[in-house]
DNA sequence: CATGGGATTGACT
DNA sequence: GTCAATCCCATGC
């Protein structure tokens, strides 16, 4: 269990820890808006170990990644535009943007309206309506056998698939729904590591991806 | 209005 | 390891 976490240091703050892990969210509730208001880092680390909801199926967060206006990797670097003017919404805002003209993906809006910041859902654990990603995912996908669950929402495009998150949910509410995010905690907190996003071409050297290393559907090893 | 780049994936060599 | 698929939108003419 949570050992000595009173002893834990400003500075590990800035790293993204935090020294009262879920201080905002109770077990099994939808993560709350004061919750994303925070640090994007923060809410990062701490979206590790959550359930993301939708359509009847569920999965918990494995990996993430930070983008934050101050860094070009970020979209709202270029400030308000049609396409960025989400990043800039309340915090707990769905953030749904096409990748390479064929994946949806999904990000959480965070820090305090008028700042662009968001979190990259990369990776999931499938949980529940496994059966329903497997017929998602599966058709047309792979020629021999369906998609193990391993790799059934190991990516930020797969997950998306797999729970039926489409652009029509970018800036809606993860609050209200129909995708939420609950702080369901397993009973063993998950070991986390930074590493360098993926897939970036800017700011690559910042170590602003989050996994739960121990986890085996991560996109790639963290 | 034309062009180009991308927070990716799966199939193939 | 290479590469094509293919949508949205920012940028520049």
């Known amino acids: 269990m949570a050992v000595a976490a009173t002893q834990r240091a400003p500075r590990n703050v800035a790293r993204g820890e935090s020294s009262d892990r879920l ?6 509730e939808v993560l709350s808006a004061e ?9 990062a680390r701490e979206l590790i170990g959550c359930v993301v909801e939708h359509d009847g199926c569920s999965g918990r967060i494995v990996e993430t990644e ?3 206006e101050s860094e070009p990797a970020c ?4 400030g308000v535009t049609p396409r960025t003017t989400v990043l800039f919404q309340e915090p707990g805002t769905a953030y749904v943007y096409r990748s390479y003209g064929i994946h949806a993906l999904f990000n959480a809006v965070c820090e305090p309206a008028g700042i662009g910041a968001a979190v990259l859902i990369r990776a999931l654990e499938p949980l529940e309506g496994i059966e329903h990603m497997r017929v998602r995912r599966g058709v047309g996908c792979h020629r021999h056998e369906s998609p193990h669950d391993r790799t059934l929402c190991s990516g ?14 970018n800036g809606g509410s993860l609050l209200h729904g129909p995708v939420v995010i609950r702080a369901e905690q ?8 930074s590493s360098t996003r993926i897939g970036i071409t800017k700011a690559v050297d910042l170590k602003w991806r989050f996994c739960a290393v121990d986890s085996r559907h991560l996109s790639r090893p963290g």
């Open 75 to 78: 979209h709202a670097f270029i």
């Open 186 to 193: 397993p009973a063993q907190p998950p070991r986390i590591a």
């Open 156 to 169: 930020p495009g797969k997950l998306t698939q797999a729970l039926a998150i489409e652009m029509s949910e």
């Open 66 to 68: 930070a983008y934050h």
């Open 23 to 28: 201080a905002h969210a109770h077990q099994g």
């Open 35 to 43: 919750f994303y208001a925070r640090p994007v880092l923060e809410v």
